[in-house]
């Protein structure tokens, strides 16, 4: 399974990215999909996963209201539009897939400057 993660870069406080996570398998075959970061000194943290067999979402509470993660089947991709940036959401993003394993795109940076 290849997970292609995209659209990272650089953007001011208050601008918005949409990151791309393009699977390599019909996304219906993982039970979940979401994204994480990891900044610099930090553990890695849950940022939006997007559950298919009950089809909920989850978000962590730093990025709620502003951050969305939705899907297009079609595409076998999913997407996180981030909103409303903030110098603290500067981190690697990184794409995630479970089904009975777990599988990680390659990160995408995300900067946001002050």
């Known amino acids: 399974v290849q997970l292609q993660a995209s659209g990272g870069g650089l953007v001011q406080t208050g601008g918005s990215l949409r990151l791309s996570c393009a699977a390599s398998?019909?996304?219906?075959?993982?039970?979940?999909m979401g994204w994480y970061r990891q900044a610099p000194g930090k553990q890695r943290e849950l940022v939006a996963r997007?559950?298919?067999?009950?089809?909920?979402?989850n978000y962590a509470d730093s990025v709620k209201g502003r951050f969305t993660i939705s899907r297009d089947n079609a595409k076998n991709t999913v997407y996180l539009q981030m909103n409303s940036l903030k110098p603290e959401d500067t981190a690697v993003y990184y794409c995630n897939a479970r089904d009975w394993n777990e599988f990680w795109g390659q990160g995408t940076e995300v900067t946001v400057s002050s």
């Open positions: 997007i559950t298919f067999g009950v089809g909920g979402t």
């Open positions: 398998r019909n996304i219906f075959t993982f039970n979940a």
